[in-house]
């Protein structure tokens, strides 16, 4: 069982920067693939939308198109801790950001096991 808890959600500029944190419990969290998703306010009933995911060792990452060369995930194991480091925020960037930890770097909702409560990222322009 790994229970996750994302910080670091606020309200910033466009252009501004945010670094979103997800502490994990639990001695396995190295084990696990970890991804950050986002749910855009004006979307409740569409689907998560995927936004980046690292492998256990750190060694391989992937992002979503619209934030490739802006975000940056990473993560400390020694911390139980994943990152979302973002840069030139834009108002289209505003949702809830949730991290999920799961067995394999995926792009899908369905392939994490594990889901944090989100937290609150607004863009003003």
């Known amino acids: 069982q790994v229970q996750l808890v994302e910080s670091g959600g606020g309200l910033v500029q466009a252009g501004g920067s945010l670094r979103l944190s997800c502490a994990a419990s639990?001695?396995?969290?190295?084990?696990?693939?970890m991804g950050w998703f986002r749910q855009a306010p004006q979307a409740p009933g569409k689907e998560r939308e995927f936004v980046a995911a690292i492998s256990w060792s750190g060694g391989s990452t992937t992002y979503a198109d619209s934030v490739k060369g802006r975000f940056t995930i990473s993560r400390d194991n020694a911390k139980n801790t994943v990152y979302l480091q973002m840069n030139s925020l834009k108002p289209e960037d505003t949702a809830v950001y949730y991290c999920a930890a799961g067995g394999l770097v995926a792009t899908m909702i369905g392939e994490y096991d594990y889901w944090g409560q989100g937290t609150q990222v607004t863009v003003s322009s």
């Open positions: 639990g001695r396995t969290f190295s084990r696990y693939a």
